[in-house]
């Protein structure tokens, strides 16, 4: 991750573009202290985006091969990474606005989903493509996604692994508008422009109570969606999925 502070904003970009800045272990852990670490004194909002022409294509397929752990060791791993960024984001004491430059897919799709504000260029595509590879939505998806788009469409999204325009993610609310690519700066800049002109702790206790009111805690959410995706570690469809992928076929699922 690269993080980049300048009048009030902090900005925070995916730096791997020669991976389609693909989420790992270390990538959640920047992503998470980058955002852990602002203050509703020094700063006004953060902006999240990606370098290159990839916002995020999720998680890294070849770490995932090659990986070997226990489910314990699953368990504190997703918590501790990816549930560690949702949690980073969806508390974060400023507002938080994901520049979407191009596709958010697995992770990607699930960084945007925690976002309080979400601006994306008209080409980038978004998919919970986790089953793909035989997974659970993670980062946070499973929290966010049917608050957003409504527990049909989130299910949708979940089970087919399906890619989704800019223009159909405007539609369900993942993203607050699809911009045209040369104006997604100009949008996003005047969205910060607006939020630091609004008192940053204000802003802070009403993202804060309006997410404490939504129901069901978001660390409760998070718990259940490690728990889950800890499962879905140790079976075959994670197995031919990771396979399926590196082999560049399609994968076979029972």
């Known amino acids: 991750m690269r993080v980049d502070d300048a009048d009030g904003v902090r900005t925070v970009t995916f730096d791997r573009p020669e991976a389609k800045n693909a989420f790992t272990a270390d990538v959640a852990r920047e992503l998470s202290a980058a955002l852990e ?7 006004d909002a953060a902006v999240i985006t990606g370098d290159g022409d990839a916002f995020s294509a999720g998680g ?8 070997d752990e226990t489910a314990r060791e699953a368990y504190e791993r997703v918590r501790g990474t990816l549930g560690r960024v949702a949690e980073a984001i969806l508390t974060a004491p ?6 979407v430059n191009g596709d958010a897919v697995g992770a990607g799709t ?3 989903a ?6 994306a260029a008209r080409d980038a595509r978004f998919g919970a493509s986790f089953v793909n590879v035989g997974l659970v939505p993670d980062a946070g998806a499973t929290v966010t996604l049917p608050r957003l788009v409504g527990l049909r469409a989130a299910k949708e999204l979940a089970f ?10 405007a539609e369900l609310n993942l993203v607050n508008e699809a911009v045209e690519p040369a104006d997604l700066d100009a949008v996003v800049d005047d969205r910060v ?7 940053t702790e204000t802003l802070a206790l009403a993202k804060e109570a309006i997410h404490a009111n939504l129901g069901r805690s978001w660390a409760d959410g998070l718990e259940r969606e490690a728990h889950a995706q800890t499962l879905a570690y140790d079976t075959d469809a994670h197995e031919e999925g990771v396979s399926a992928f590196l082999e560049k076929r399609r994968p076979e699922f029972d």
Do not use: H, N, W
């Open 37 to 43: 670490a602002l203050s509703p004194e020094a700063f």
């Open 60 to 67: 890294d397929i070849q770490a995932m091969a090659e990986r």
């Open 94 to 99: 400023v507002p938080v606005v994901a520049r």
């Open 110 to 112: 699930s960084v945007v």
């Open 114 to 119: 925690a976002c309080d504000f979400a601006y």
């Open 160 to 169: 087919t692994g399906k890619l989704i325009s800019a223009e159909r993610a």
């Open 193 to 199: 422009a607006e939020l630091a002109a609004q008192p």
